[in-house]
């Protein structure tokens, strides 16, 4: 048995992986500790795994905040500058604590005081990526929301991307300067740009994400494997649907749903108001999963539509037709294992990305989110409806995702790096 510390930061799409893991991990006989917002205490002890708190906590329910990092241009930026590395010393303080009698660290993408956890401590480290944009491959370049029309220079070839990652370097050198301060201050070296490279581990990377969004590169580091979404699923067991939503779902054919997962649906915009007269120009059936957000009050009168705050994804999306959503990957894959097609709609952060790459696939389609209308949407909506090619696609790449049991390559990809220092269980 070993003392495994994983750590993440983000919303709950960025949470839930995490939370699958330290599950599967325990449930193999590990001691695990999952290092992560304060915010989110008690939904990781309810589900029995030991949490530890670090900083800086997430402020869910501040709009000012929400706004700032959602921002489409932005949002990642304000994330990372504002929030996270003014931050570092405090978040590797935390982590310096709680991995003090660990034998393994894992860590998230944007969890960016690990590598000098593990550099200054020697604990082994493993990264991983929930999404291929952080690979920032010149060779499967990722669509950025802050430039989307970057997307066309593919076509140049394999060196102007690489050009384009060297001018990221140098425009997001004030960014990351509070990283290279504090590792001055730690004694060590400057090391790789903290966006572009400096989060792979050089020991293993795990990629939680279908080789569908992104296969490995050759310029990927070359100890990624790819192991698939890992999905949490406690909700699925312990909970239900709300009695009236089951009501709903029983009493006509499987409804389109709309919603905007944990972090988009505090900053919907004109989503809902914009998607109910969709829903009612085509006279369909929708559930719209709102969140706590009074300006996301629908008026539902109409026996068609159904509006609650939240449902649990697992149960609710395979009982349905077409999932309109913001484009998170954890959106996203409870989208893709249910099997059914979606709209897109990306508000930030790797959505855009999300989205171009499954348009591709021909299970899904987007709209700019600037350009929302129930026009757009009910178009988007009745393309899907009448051509079945986005049905049977979605449902071809839902049994692709069910068939990979992603949490045994995970676990299996962990613990062989662990081998040399397992205690028996």
């Given at each position: 048995?070993?003392?495994?510390?994983?750590?993440?930061?983000?919303?709950?799409?960025?949470?839930?992986?995490?939370?699958?893991?330290?599950?599967?991990?325990?449930?193999?006989?590990?001691?695990?500790?999952?290092?992560?917002?304060?915010?989110?205490?008690?939904?990781?002890?309810?589900?029995?795994?030991?949490?530890?708190?670090?900083?800086?906590?997430?402020?869910?329910?501040?709009?000012?905040?929400?706004?700032?990092?959602?921002?489409?241009?932005?949002?990642?930026?304000?994330?990372?500058?504002?929030?996270?590395?003014?931050?570092?010393?405090?978040?590797?303080?935390?982590?310096?604590?709680?991995?003090?009698?660990?034998?393994?660290?894992?860590?998230?993408?944007?969890?960016?005081a690990a590598p000098m956890v593990a550099e200054t401590s020697g604990i082994p480290w493993v990264s991983t990526m929930i999404t291929p944009l952080g690979y920032f491959s010149a060779h499967d370049p990722p669509v950025l929301t802050q430039y989307p029309q970057m997307h066309h220079l593919r076509r140049l070839g394999v060196g102007t991307y690489r050009t384009v990652f060297n001018v990221g370097k140098l425009f997001t050198r004030k960014w990351v300067q509070p990283v290279y301060e504090f590792r001055e201050q730690l004694g060590l070296e400057r090391g790789a740009h903290p966006l572009f490279g400096g989060q792979h581990s050089p020991l293993l990377g795990l990629?939680?994400?279908?080789?569908?969004?992104?296969?490995?590169?050759?310029?990927?580091?070359?100890?990624?494997?790819v192991c698939g979404f890992l999905f949490y699923e406690r909700d699925k067991e312990k909970m239900s649907l709300p009695p009236d939503l089951v009501d709903f779902l029983q009493a006509g054919p499987p409804p389109v749903v709309f919603t905007l997962g944990s972090a988009a649906v505090w900053n919907p915009g004109r989503f809902y108001r914009e998607s109910l007269k969709a829903v009612q120009a085509l006279n369909?059936?929708?559930?719209?999963?709102?969140?706590?957000?009074?300006?996301?009050?629908?008026?539902?009168?109409?026996?068609?539509?159904?509006?609650?705050?939240?449902?649990?994804?697992?149960?609710?999306?395979?009982?349905?037709?077409?999932h309109v959503h913001q484009g998170g990957v954890g959106t996203v894959a409870q989208s893709l294992k249910a099997g059914k097609p979606m709209v897109m709609v990306p508000h930030s952060h790797e959505q855009l990305d999300n989205a171009v790459r499954?348009?591709?696939?021909?299970?899904?389609?987007?709209?700019?989110?600037?350009?929302?209308?129930?026009?757009?949407?009910?178009?988007k909506l009745k393309k899907?409806?009448?051509?079945?090619?986005?049905?049977?696609?979605?449902?071809?790449?839902?049994?692709?995702?069910?068939?990979?049991?992603?949490?045994?390559?995970?676990?299996?990809?962990?613990?062989?790096?662990?081998?040399?220092?397992?205690?028996?269980?």
């Amino acid at each position: 048995m070993a003392k495994i510390v994983v750590t993440t930061y983000g919303s709950l799409g960025d949470l839930h992986p995490y939370l699958a893991l330290s599950i599967g991990l325990q449930e193999r006989g590990h001691e695990v500790v999952l290092a992560t917002c304060e915010h989110y205490r008690s939904k990781v002890e309810r589900d029995g795994i030991e949490f530890f708190p670090v900083r800086p906590d997430i402020e869910a329910d501040n709009r000012a905040f929400i706004d700032e990092v959602m921002d489409f241009k932005k949002g990642p930026e304000n994330m990372v500058r504002k929030y996270l590395f003014p931050n570092i010393h405090r978040t590797y303080e935390d982590l310096m604590r709680v991995t003090k009698d660990a034998d393994l660290l894992v860590s998230s993408a944007i969890s960016y005081a690990a590598p000098m956890v593990a550099e200054t401590s020697g604990i082994p480290w493993v990264s991983t990526m929930i999404t291929p944009l952080g690979y920032f491959s010149a060779h499967d370049p990722p669509v950025l929301t802050q430039y989307p029309q970057m997307h066309h220079l593919r076509r140049l070839g394999v060196g102007t991307y690489r050009t384009v990652f060297n001018v990221g370097k140098l425009f997001t050198r004030k960014w990351v300067q509070p990283v290279y301060e504090f590792r001055e201050q730690l004694g060590l070296e400057r090391g790789a740009h903290p966006l572009f490279g400096g989060q792979h581990s050089p020991l293993l990377g795990l990629g939680f994400f279908s080789d569908l969004l992104g296969k490995p590169q050759p310029d990927w580091p070359p100890n990624t494997k790819v192991c698939g979404f890992l999905f949490y699923e406690r909700d699925k067991e312990k909970m239900s649907l709300p009695p009236d939503l089951v009501d709903f779902l029983q009493a006509g054919p499987p409804p389109v749903v709309f919603t905007l997962g944990s972090a988009a649906v505090w900053n919907p915009g004109r989503f809902y108001r914009e998607s109910l007269k969709a829903v009612q120009a085509l006279n369909c059936r929708a559930v719209f999963l709102t969140g706590d957000d009074p300006d996301a009050v629908l008026d539902h009168s109409s026996a068609n539509v159904f509006a609650c705050p939240y449902a649990s994804y697992a149960l609710l999306f395979p009982q349905s037709s077409i999932h309109v959503h913001q484009g998170g990957v954890g959106t996203v894959a409870q989208s893709l294992k249910a099997g059914k097609p979606m709209v897109m709609v990306p508000h930030s952060h790797e959505q855009l990305d999300n989205a171009v790459r499954f348009a591709k696939h021909g299970n899904a389609c987007w709209v700019d989110r600037k350009k929302y209308s129930a026009e757009r949407v009910a178009a988007k909506l009745k393309k899907i409806m009448e051509e079945s090619s986005y049905a049977m696609k979605a449902e071809e790449i839902g049994r692709q995702i069910r068939r990979i049991d992603s949490m045994e390559l995970a676990c299996q990809a962990i613990e062989g790096v662990l081998q040399p220092i397992l205690k028996p269980i």
